[in-house]
């Protein structure tokens, strides 16, 4: 009854959902975090990193956050120096507090200078 191709067609559209599905789960990462628990992470920013780098990330014992210093550097590796810390800094790591997620959005929103605006 139904035809090789028709079968091929299916399959192929079933895989390509399958990956849409996937894919568009891991984008819709940031947007699963609530607007309370961003206000608290605006607020651990700049309280708790804040009391190292600067109320407003201006750099203080840690370097400043603002875009422009963080212009070029990946956000893989603003996440994992976040999440893990720097040995032998007093970068301490933040994993045990803040979610991959989090700290994804952190990343995100001190690139885009936002944290510091508000
Ligand atoms: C106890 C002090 C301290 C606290 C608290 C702290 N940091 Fe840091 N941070 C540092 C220092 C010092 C460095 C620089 C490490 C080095 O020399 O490589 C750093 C580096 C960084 C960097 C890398 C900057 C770059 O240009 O490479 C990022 C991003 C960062 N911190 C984010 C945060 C965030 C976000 C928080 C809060 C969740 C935080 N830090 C809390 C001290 C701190």
Redesign the pocket.
């Known amino acids: 009854m139904s035809s090789p191709i028709i079968n091929r067609t299916c399959r192929i559209t079933a895989i390509v959902a399958t990956f849409l599905i996937l894919t568009s789960q891991s984008y819709a990462n940031d947007k699963s975090l609530s607007n309370t628990r961003k206000a608290q992470l605006t607020h651990?920013?700049k309280q708790?990193?804040g009391?190292?780098?600067g109320m407003t990330l201006k750099g203080g014992?840690?370097?400043a956050?603002l875009p422009e210093?963080?212009e070029g550097?990946p956000l893989l590796?603003?996440q994992n120096?976040?999440l893990y810390g720097?040995a032998g800094?007093?970068?301490?790591p933040?994993k045990n507090l803040?979610t991959e997620q989090e700290?994804l959005w952190?990343?995100q929103q001190?690139k885009a200078g936002k944290i510091a605006k508000q």
């Not at 800094?89 to 301490?92: I, V, Y």
């Open positions: 651990i920013v708790d990193c009391s190292c780098h014992l840690g370097p956050l210093n963080l550097k590796f603003l120096t976040i720097r800094t007093a970068m301490p933040w803040l700290v952190i990343s001190l």
